[in-house]
C-alpha cells in the first residue's frame, strides 16, 4: 500500500496512507507502555490513557468526547505493555477536527485533582471485573510468572494499591520522561493528499516542544521454567504454558509467526483446533499466541476446559508439538500453511483502523513500512529446514513455564 512519512522539525512524524473512501481512520501512537512504568506506579501509563480524556486546558469532559461523537465518529484509545494509542474513525470532512482533538488531549490535559479520584474508581473497578474472568486473568499471572522480576510481567492495569497511590506529579514525570517525539508517529489513512495532511500535521503539532533522546529500557532475563497451580473458585480449568522467545527483530520472527498461525492461530483449521476441540471434543477454547516484543518475545497456549478433561487437554497439546519436532513439515505443508497466512493478512488490509495502527507500528520499530508484497515475500522464504529448527527451539518443553487455574468448592 502507498505511503508517505513526513517529520516535523520536533520529531513527531506524519504517516499518509492515501485511499479512495468516504471513511478515514486515525491514531497517534507513543512508544511508551507499562513496562516504561517504575515499581511503586504499576498502571500509570493506562491511567494515563483514561484521563486524558477527562480535562484539557480549553475543554472538559462532555466537550472531548462530544467533538467526533457529535459528528458520528469513534474515539478510543488503548494502552500495552509498549505502546499507548489513541485512535479514531470518521468521515472524509472531519480530519482537521480529529488531529486537533489528538494535540489537545495528548498534549495539553491538566490532570485535575477530582478527576484523578473518579478515574481511579473507575480503573479500580476495571480491575475487578478483570479479575472475575479467568481467562483474562490467567494471562497477566502467567507473564507475570514468565518475566518475573522485570517490569514486562506487569498488569497493565496495575493493582488496587499503586493505582490508589498514583499522583498527578508521577503522571508529568511518565510523560516528560517517555513521550519522545522522535517516538509519536501521527497516522491517517483516507481520501486526502500529502500536502493537505502535511498542513494539518504540522499545523496542529509543529508547536509541541521537542523532547527526543534514548528510551531507556531493561532487556528481561529468561528465568527458569516454573510449574504454577493456583486454586480458584470458578467452573473450570483454566491454562496456560509457553516460553520467551524471538524478538521484533529476530531473523525467526517471520516463520514464527508462521508457525504459530497453522499450530493454533486464528481460523478453525489450527492444530490445536482440530485435535483438541473437533476430535475430542476437550476445549471450547483452545489457541496459541506469538507476540514479539522489542526485545523479547512469548509464545504461549492457553485452553479451557472441565477440571477431569485438563490431563488430557495437557498431553495432547505435548503429543502434536512433538510430532512436529519428530516428523519435519513437508514442502506440501509448508506450502499450505503459507497459503493460510498470506490469505488472511491480506484479508486483514480491509480492517483500515488495525491497518493504519499496525503501519504506524511498524515506523516505530522498524523506521520503515514492507509492503505487502515484501511481507508475502518473506513468507515465502521460510525454509523446511528453518521451520524444524524453530520448532525444536521453540517447543523445547524444558524451557516451558505453565500456570494452571484449578477449580474448587
Partial sequence: ????????????????????????????????????????????????????????????TS?????????????????????????????????????????????????????????????????ASYLDQPEEAINDDFEDILFRGHSFGRNILG???TVSDLSKKNIQSFIKNNYKTDQIVVAVVGNYSLNKLVKIGERHFSEVPENTGLINRIVPIVNPSLHEIRDKQIAQSHCMMGTQTYSLHH?????????????GGNG???????????KYGIAYTIESAYSPLSDTGIFAIYFGTDKEKTEKATKLIQKEMNKLKQKPLTEVQLHKAKNKFIGQIALGEENRIGLIIAMAKSLLDYNQ?????????????????????????????????????????
Avoid at 12 to 20: C, D, E, F, G, S
Avoid at 85 to 101: G, I, K, M, N, Q
Fill in 1 to 60: 500500500m502507498e505511503y508517505n512519512v513526513h517529520t516535523l522539525k520536533n520529531g513527531i512524524r506524519i504517516l499518509h496512507v492515501p485511499v479512495a473512501s468516504a471513511i478515514s481512520h486515525a491514531c497517534i501512537l507513543i512508544n511508551a507502555g507499562s513496562r516504561d512504568e517504575e515499581d511503586a506506579q504499576m498502571g500509570l501509563a493506562h491511567f494515563i490513557e483514561h484521563l486524558i480524556f477527562k480535562r484539557t486546558e480549553k475543554r472538559n
Fill in 63 to 127: 466537550q472531548i468526547l462530544n467533538r467526533l461523537e457529535s459528528v458520528g465518529a469513534d474515539l478510543n484509545a488503548y494502552t500495552t505493555k509498549e505502546y499507548t494509542c489513541v485512535h479514531a474513525s470518521f468521515l472524509h470532512p472531519y480530519l482537521d477536527r480529529t488531529l486537533e482533538l489528538f494535540n489537545d488531549i495528548v498534549f495539553h490535559s491538566t490532570f485535575p485533582e477530582e478527576e484523578m479520584e473518579k478515574e481511579k474508581g473507575v480503573v479500580l473497578d476495571e480491575i
Fill in 159 to 161: 493493582t488496587p494499591d
Fill in 251 to 263: 531473523p525467526h520472527k517471520t516463520g514464527l509467526l508462521l508457525l504459530n498461525n497453522f499450530f
Fill in 268 to 278: 478453525m483449521s489450527s492444530i490445536l483446533n482440530l485435535q483438541l476441540r473437533e
Fill in 369 to 409: 513500512i514492507d509492503s505487502l508484497n515484501t511481507v508475502f515475500d518473506k513468507i515465502r522464504q521460510v525454509s523446511v529446514s528453518e521451520m524444524s529448527e524453530i520448532i525444536n527451539d521453540v517447543f523445547d518443553e524444558s524451557k516451558w513455564t505453565s500456570l494452571l487455574f484449578n477449580p474448587v468448592d
